[in-house]
């Protein structure tokens, strides 16, 4: 059990090969952070920031006193908790925007609610008809439709790989994502401006998905493509090491938050200034976390 804990928290929650070991020789028996540099190689420069970064995370465990003892008493329990810590922060946004709404007597168009599916789609179809000006924060596993916009029979083909693979919020079974489509070409060559911050691990599950359906040479043909999108329009994309399990549609006038789970949905939309201008700032913290996807392209093996 233990073995695939670990894997998990490396592959799902982006730790690092050194974060991972570390756990593990703290699972097994507590040590100071000198015998921990002793053991595993790691520079009495560095250990430090490892060690505090899986303290902050609620990984691991420090004694009072000096020399401190580090441990893991309990994986499986560090796991609960790392997992609580990471959901609660998430909660305490979401109880803030709830404080915002409820300061006041709210008019009945400040929100609306959305239930299903071919409503989410409907509701983003005309934020993009309506918008000139979107942001996104993508919710993981989800990918911009920059990535597989164009000709129909491309998109279908993309598109259809990547819901038989997982859930997609919009992937209904009737011609919508179609017209979806052919709404953000339209977009795209008037203009529009559009700024993505996306999960690095979708973009990573994306491509190993083409490479496994499409082929090597398709694979590279995608990625010139994109490029040759983000240069012809008017768009950015910015990738994130965290995963993030909302999504965050945000207009001038109004934001909309889409949560999926078991292939149901339930999202809101947002008109309070009050509301707006907390994503907005969500949004700019996450932005300064991020970095252009540009340089994914350049170090990405292909």
């Known amino acids: 059990m233990k073995d695939?804990?670990?894997?998990?928290?490396q592959s799902e929650f982006n730790?690092?090969?050194?974060?991972?070991l570390l756990i593990s020789a703290l699972a097994k028996k507590g040590m100071t952070a000198d015998s921990l540099c002793e053991n595993l190689k790691i520079p009495k420069g560095k250990i430090y920031t490892f060690l505090n970064k899986l303290i902050n995370l609620n990984l691991i465990e420090?004694?009072?006193?000096?020399?401190?003892i580090y441990s893991v008493p309990s994986l499986e329990q560090k796991m609960i908790d790392f997992l609580n810590t990471d959901f609660e922060r998430f909660v305490k946004k979401q109880k803030q925007m709830v404080e915002i709404i409820t300061e006041e007597k709210k008019p009945e168009n400040d929100f609306e609610i959305i239930?299903?599916?071919k409503e989410f789609v409907f509701k983003l179809m005309e934020m993009l008809a309506e918008e000139k000006e979107i942001k996104y924060i993508l919710?993981?596993?989800?990918?911009?439709?920059?990535?597989?916009?164009?000709?129909?029979a491309e998109f279908s083909n993309i598109q259809e790989i990547i819901v038989n693979s997982r859930e997609a919020l919009t992937d209904t079974k009737d011609s919508t994502p179609l017209l979806l489509n052919n709404l953000y070409l339209r977009k795209f060559k008037e203009g529009s401006r559009f700024e993505f911050i996306v999960c690095k691990k979708a973009v990573d599950d994306f491509f190993?998905?083409?490479m496994q359906k499409k082929g090597r040479k398709e694979c590279k043909k995608i990625i010139a493509e994109i490029k040759n999108k983000l240069k012809k329009h008017n768009v950015s994309i910015t990738l994130i090491d965290e995963l993030f399990p909302l999504g965050i549609y945000l207009a001038k006038d109004k934001v909309m938050t889409v949560l999926q789970?078991?292939?149901?949905?339930?999202?809101?939309?947002?008109?309070?200034?009050?509301?707006?201008?907390?994503?907005?700032?969500?949004?700019?913290?996450?932005?300064?976390?991020?970095?252009?996807?540009?340089?994914y392209f350049k170090k990405i093996k292909m």
Do not use: C, S, W
């Open 4 to 9: 695939g804990l670990l894997q998990i928290l």
């Open 15 to 20: 730790l690092t090969k050194k974060d991972v």
């Open 208 to 210: 190993r998905l083409m």
């Open 62 to 68: 420090k004694t009072p006193g000096f020399p401190a």
């Open 139 to 152: 919710r993981y596993p989800a990918i911009p439709y920059l990535f597989y916009a164009g000709a129909p």
């Open 115 to 117: 239930k299903e599916k």
């Open 261 to 295: 789970f078991g292939g149901a949905i339930t999202g809101i939309i947002h008109k309070k200034t009050e509301v707006i201008k907390f994503y907005e700032t969500l949004f700019r913290e996450m932005q300064e976390r991020a970095y252009p996807i540009e340089n």
